[in-house]
């Protein structure tokens, strides 16, 4: 029995992850958990970076979706937080105002 080991479809054009897609997706992770501001940064610019690198004509990382999900993660914090920021404003407004109208 001899049988020869033939290699089984493997692709030779399997490019390797992006680190800076990786970067953006654990940034936007590490966001939503442990540093909200910090981490939205970090993943909007890192994966703005990482499409840029990924989508090179001679294409040498992949992990274009990962760069994609750590951007749309990246500004769906950004808009909670000015969505954050604008109900703690207005809660203010409403409590300097009550307490105003109190006292006359």
Same mark, same amino acid.
Request: charge should be neutral; glycine fraction near 6%; proline fraction near 6%.
């Given at each position: 029995?001899?049988?020869?080991?033939?290699?089984?479809? *493997? !692709?030779?054009? =399997?490019?390797? #992850? !992006? #680190?800076?897609?990786?970067?953006?997706? *654990? =940034? =936007? +992770?590490?966001?939503? #958990?442990?540093?909200? +501001?910090?981490? !939205?940064?970090?993943?909007? *610019? #890192?994966?703005? !970076? =990482?499409?840029?690198?990924t989508r090179a004509v001679p294409a040498l990382v992949g992990g274009d979706g990962l760069a994609t999900a750590g951007i749309i993660m990246g500004w769906i914090q950004v808009g909670l937080a000015v969505v954050g920021t604008c109900c703690f404003a207005a809660y203010f407004v409403f409590i300097l105002g009550a307490v105003g109208l109190s006292n006359n």
């Open positions: 029995m001899n049988q020869q080991n033939d290699p089984q479809n *493997v !692709s030779n054009n =399997a490019l390797p #992850t !992006s #680190t800076l897609a990786i970067i953006s997706l *654990v =940034a =936007a +992770i590490l966001g939503f #958990t442990m540093l909200p +501001i910090i981490g !939205s940064i970090v993943a909007i *610019v #890192t994966g703005y !970076s =990482a499409r840029k690198e």
